[in-house]
């Protein structure tokens, strides 16, 4: 089954809800429930969910991430391997000294560091679009890593792809425990991950997918959203739901955000609708500089009443530099109900208020040309995840141009309607 579900619409009420019916309504057993997310926050919410609703029963349902599980399933089956998993904090040390030794003239920030894991990452999955430098760091990098009995997380799912293919008694033994699997943010599995639940499910083909492929936003890191979008392909008899009531935005909110998405085509096509009433609105703004902007988002900040939460979304840290620094500085960043992140750290949650700021041709999109579609199609979803995540008030925030600084709203806003 394929859940396709709108920002908003409860998919993981929806997920909670079929693991309790398959254990109280269908007699599975708990143990033979696999489900999958993408962060430890997720797993762990889902979790608690289940057992509030459960009343504690059905504990031994396995709720975990693709890093969790997986490394679980390495342990286990590769009793005699002395691999760990290597930290993120090990291997930035350790991209660092690779770095240092190659490039000596090279002065390597934390952010370039963590800019390079990414394409190592991308590499190691199967995309060639990555610097010449990062090709040749890969080897010595890994040398360096599996020296130490480390591997990665894009190492640990080749061994355990090879591990299903090359052993049908070990293949067959997972099978038989997770008889029944659900992933939850499908639209963010990459082709290796897929190939490995593909294995695991087979041949009973339960696997539960849920996702938003209007909310795929991680193609720099290898995530495919064709994957989900020929999930049918892929299992023949699919039976395909929609979740398309959005209970967490305002009318006024919603219904542009899904005129902007409508201008993506490579997508389920689905009719999306809001229950909320149309109290909320799309506050836009225009400033002459980024000064501007960021004392006008302060502002408004201080007068946030305490019961409200609110969120500061940029595309990228760079972009939110300033504004975030006015926050700070302000002090304003001590107060709990105050987020400030990219869009992409804001996938997932909600708050009373969004401020997207820097709403600009070239930041957002960010280097996505007319002629790359899929690359525009992707920085569109990214925006429309920023929009999604405010209930009651939007505030959008762009600077304009002068003759020496040719800024432009982004292309987004018109597509919102604005």
Do not use: W
Request: hydrophobic letters at 35%; a positive charge.
């Amino acid at each position: 089954m394929l859940v396709i579900a709108g920002p908003g619409s409860g998919k993981t009420t929806v997920a909670i809800h079929r693991i309790y019916n398959l254990i109280s309504c269908c007699g599975v057993h708990p143990e033979n429930i696999l489900a999958i997310s993408f962060t430890n926050a997720a797993a762990d919410e889902m979790r608690d969910r289940f057992l509030r609703l459960s009343k504690g029963r059905g504990s031994e349902v396995t709720f975990g991430t693709f890093h969790s599980v997986f490394y679980m399933l390495l342990r286990r089956y590769l009793k005699g391997s002395e691999l760990e998993l290597i930290s993120h904090g090990e291997s930035l040390n350790l991209l660092k000294q690779t770095v240092q030794n190659l490039y000596p003239d090279l002065m390597a920030s934390n952010d370039y560091l963590e800019l390079m894991l990414t394409e190592i990452s991308r590499y190691k999955n199967g995309m060639s679009n990555v610097s010449r430098r990062v090709k040749e760091l890969i080897p010595v990098y890994d040398k360096a890593m599996h020296g130490k009995g480390r591997i990665d997380f894009d190492d640990m799912l080749v061994i355990i792809y090879k591990l299903l293919k090359n052993d049908k008694n070990i293949l067959n033994e997972i099978r038989d425990a997770y008889r029944y699997i659900m992933v939850d943010e499908f639209q963010d599995i990459n082709r290796i991950q897929f190939a490995i639940v593909r294995l695991m499910s087979d041949p009973r083909s339960n696997l539960f997918a849920v996702g938003d492929d209007d909310q795929s936003i991680y193609g720099f890191r290898g995530s495919d959203p064709g994957i989900m979008l020929s999930f049918g392909k892929y299992y023949r008899h699919t039976h395909m739901v929609s979740l398309t009531v959005n209970y967490r935005s305002q009318r006024d909110i919603a219904e542009p955000s899904f005129r902007l998405i409508g201008y993506n085509k490579k997508r389920y096509k689905k009719e999306l609708k809001s229950v909320r009433p149309s109290a909320g609105r799309i506050d836009l703004r225009e400033f002459d500089d980024r000064e501007k902007e960021a004392e006008c988002l302060k502002s408004m900040l201080e007068c946030l009443p305490e019961d409200k939460s609110a969120a500061v979304l940029y595309r990228t840290h760079r972009a939110g530099s300033r504004a975030v620094y006015g926050i700070k500085r302000a002090g304003l960043d001590k107060r709990k109900n105050i987020a400030m992140m990219t869009f992409h750290g804001s996938k997932g949650l909600e708050f009373d208020e969004v401020f997207i700021i820097e709403a600009n041709e070239g930041i957002t999109p960010m280097g996505a040309s007319d002629n790359d579609r899929d690359a525009l199609e992707e920085e569109r979803r990214m925006f429309y995840v920023a929009v999604t995540r405010s209930k009651n008030m939007l505030h959008i925030f762009y600077t304009k141009g002068n003759y020496n600084n040719k800024n432009k709203r982004s292309r987004f806003i018109k597509e919102l309607g604005l």
